[in-house]
């Protein structure tokens, strides 16, 4: 029966996987005495099964060929159908809420934006923990998205990598051969990359176990942080420096793949380090926090407080370039009205995380090719008979990835300044229009909250204003050349 499940298209695989993870809620609802939240996701099951098994059955003998980009699709679908059809039981229960402010906050956890559209109280627990482990189930479609169907389409940065050097001990033969449907890779690399993540969540949650004794917060914030989904989880207690360190470790994963790929391996652990995107991600945290370190100097009275301070700068920036967007406990509160601050926070939300991570931004590898390239320009410029070295400048030295690169740069930008014209054409101010602009083209909602000192910000909005902020989430996480490939398929030739 599995055999002829994962032959089935994948946007009906997807909405079969979207209907199991109600089940969660249903359970805790009952377990937990919220009877009415339960029976709602109960009626969205039956009602959600029904439609599967019509669907399956009037798919099953269809033997039409497969359109090869039909897998992008299905993934647009996933990130703006699939929503909306989630929000209508949530906008059954949040009786004051309106159905776009739910399918606006449906875009923000299927994405992992967290872009806070509702206020902290507002949400009961099994409408948080529903909320959470699917941010955590999307999370983990991201990472099955990225290599069965970005990998052997060389997009989202797949296309600047060395065909020697993306696979990190992935048989090319097994998952990616050209006679598998797409839903037989999005299915092989599913069961290849479940265990990582949940090993992973796993982790996480008992260490900050150990430090909270909070299980219910534990598990929670365990799943939204390898997620990169910084939701915010109220009425719970602070984790301290011990907490934060366990967070951060598995906000690492977000740098580049080889840190999920390369510790299960022995021979690959090493490589971790020799990553361009690794190298490059702490050097960028470890700027910006010596910068943010002396901005905020002046507020430090003492050397536990300077302690502290250096802490809480190195946590915030590696949250802020995963795009997770957890500020620490230990930051000084003075630290949201100083500009060139939050500056930098927004300038670590551009860069962005890893290729083929929960992550969004322009990300890292990018980032790299462009400043090598940049780098052994001016070189040739001043040195035009220098040596050069193949090995060590393989990605500067190739013109067309930077070309790849400075081609993405352009049209993040371009579409960056048309969501902002939209939104100034909505009523919103062009400063708010470009902070909910970045917040959402990077998949990173809380520095909207960080900035901008209003929580209920995107709920202020026209409903035109909203539907704009679901789409700039959904082009920050399937990239705007995957969906231009749609329409031109040779974009990269």
Known sequence: MFAEFKKLPLTISLFGLLVLTMFVPVIYGFLSGEIYQGRTFLYAVLLGFFILTFVWLASRNNNKQFHRH???WAMISFFT???????????????????IDTYLDMVSVF????????PNNYFTDTLLVWRVFLGWTCGFLMWVFAW?????MKLGGFELLDKNKNKFNVDNNVFFSPTRLPSERFWNELIRLAPIYFYITLACALGLLLVTRDPFFSILRAMATIATFGIQIPGKNPTGISGEFIVLLIMVFAFSRTTVLGPFSKTQFLRIFQDPEVRLGFIIVIVAAILIFFFLFDTAGGIQQVLMLSWASFYTCVSFLTTTGLVSEFLAPEARSVIEVNLIFLALAIFGGGVATT???IKLLRIYILASHCRSEVNHL?????VINSQKDSLARNNQKAVLACIFFMVFILIFALIIFCLTLTGSSVQDAGILTLATMTNTGPVAEQITFNSSLSVELKPEAKTLLAISMVLGRLEVLAVMALFNPD???
């Open 70 to 72: 039909a897998n992008i």
């Open 81 to 99: 159908v699939f929503p909306l059809i989630l929000s209508i039981p949530l906008n059954e229960i949040l009786v004051d809420g309106e159905i």
């Open 111 to 118: 994405t992992t934006t967290g872009l806070k559209v509702f």
């Open 148 to 152: 069965s169907i970005f990998f052997p």
């Open 359 to 361: 992550a969004g931004g």
């Open 382 to 386: 001043l040195s035009p008979a220098q």
């Open 491 to 493: 974009i990269y030739n």
